[in-house]
């Protein structure tokens, strides 16, 4: 939910994004995977219990939207950065400003537009006249979660700036480098439809992003409890019902968990060849690199945890798959002319690269 949605007003729940015959498919073989001792049991436990109760406070404030805010947690867990995209009104922003409310870090929020100068962003020296010396002042990038509101909205060059800090995790100003205290994760948000003003993002700076997330419109039923629940708050803030349960630390010690989760080596090829599809099909002009193969990596631990699992099976990597690649495919163009959306792409490779058993 935007700025423009304070009404309480908030988005659709989409499924979660699975291949139309993953249920049809035969299971990985779990007998494979490493058994689980009582202490890793006791472990996953208390990770399942506390990401349970991120979702149970953004879900005060968000009907539905499941599949967005599994992903928001998804890319925490696995130090990710998330571009949501979706037409205004949809919940972008607010569900961002909520998962980081439901985090006990420091928080700052950009909204870019045209006139918006790198400096904005970064921060700047400052003469210091009592000291005779310059002084550098911190800019709002210094946060460990950054919204970024319509990233589109500002010029290459302020783009650019961002670049050095969600690749490296810090900032270099005249020459001297200023490095972020974990954790640090950039969740921006960009709409679709108008590009009025608007510069596109160059595809190096997508590539930065290990998500994107599609947001669309609720369906009748929870529109219905959008405007109950906008009702009954009878013009109390949102934001207010929503309480820290994580801090840094937290957050910080949940990722060494996910990095412990089992991945069996005939994974790691179906991750390799599923990406290598996406530089093979004829429908795709740009396919994968291997940094979005690692992000998919990434990502299946980050569900198989979130399913309590200890080990990754062939239906996280496939749900991985489409918010890690949606955005770093570029399609021909006479698939684009066909109204084919990258999604659709992915489904079809998925059913194409053989399930290892």
């Known amino acids: 939910m935007e700025n423009e949605q304070q009404d309480g007003r908030t988005a659709t729940n989409p499924e979660r994004e699975r291949p139309a015959d993953a249920a049809a498919r035969p299971a990985h073989d779990a007998s494979n995977a490493p058994a689980a001792g009582t202490s890793q ?7 399942s219990d506390r990401l349970e109760s991120v979702r149970r406070e953004i879900a005060k404030v968000i009907v539905g939207q499941a599949s967005m805010i599994d992903q928001l947690i998804a890319a925490l867990l696995v130090d990710g950065h998330v571009l949501i995209e979706g037409v205004p009104g949809v919940a972008k922003t607010l569900a961002a400003r909520l998962l980081a409310q439901t985090l006990d870090v420091e928080f700052a929020r950009i909204q870019f537009t045209p006139d918006l100068m790198p400096s904005d962003v970064i921060g700047t020296n400052v003469f210091n006249p009592r000291e005779s010396r310059f002084e550098f002042h911190r800019g709002p990038i210094f946060a460990n979660v950054v919204l970024i509101d319509e990233i589109n909205r500002a010029p290459a060059k302020t783009q650019a700036a961002l ?35 608007t510069y596109r993002l160059p595809e190096a700076q997508l590539d930065r992003f290990m ?22 708050r009878r013009g109390r803030p949102q934001t207010a019902e929503v309480r820290p349960v994580l801090s840094g630390a937290d957050l910080l010690a949940l990722r060494e968990t996910v990095h412990q989760v089992h991945v069996d080596a005939k994974l790691m090829e179906y991750v390799a060849k599923l990406v290598q599809q996406t530089r093979s099909s004829p429908s795709i002009f740009l396919g994968g690199s291997p940094r979005a193969s690692l992000a998919i990596l990434a990502a299946s631990k980050a569900f198989a945890v979130m399913s309590a699992r200890d080990f990754v099976i062939p239906e996280d990597i496939q749900l991985a798959a489409f918010p890690v690649l949606r955005h770093r495919l570029i399609l021909t163009p006479e698939r684009e002319m066909e109204g084919t959306r990258p999604d659709d792409v992915i489904k079809e490779l998925i059913k194409r690269v053989e399930v290892p058993r």
């Open 163 to 197: 670049f050095e800090a969600m690749e490296e995790r810090q900032a270099t100003v005249d020459g001297t480098t200023y490095a972020f205290a974990p954790p640090f994760t950039v969740l921006a948000t960009q709409n679709p439809v108008e590009h009025e003003g």
């Open 41 to 47: 049991r006791t472990s996953l436990e208390v990770l």
């Open 211 to 232: 998500f994107k997330i599609e947001v669309g419109y609720p369906d009748l039923a929870e529109e219905t409890r959008i405007l109950t629940a906008g009702h009954e």
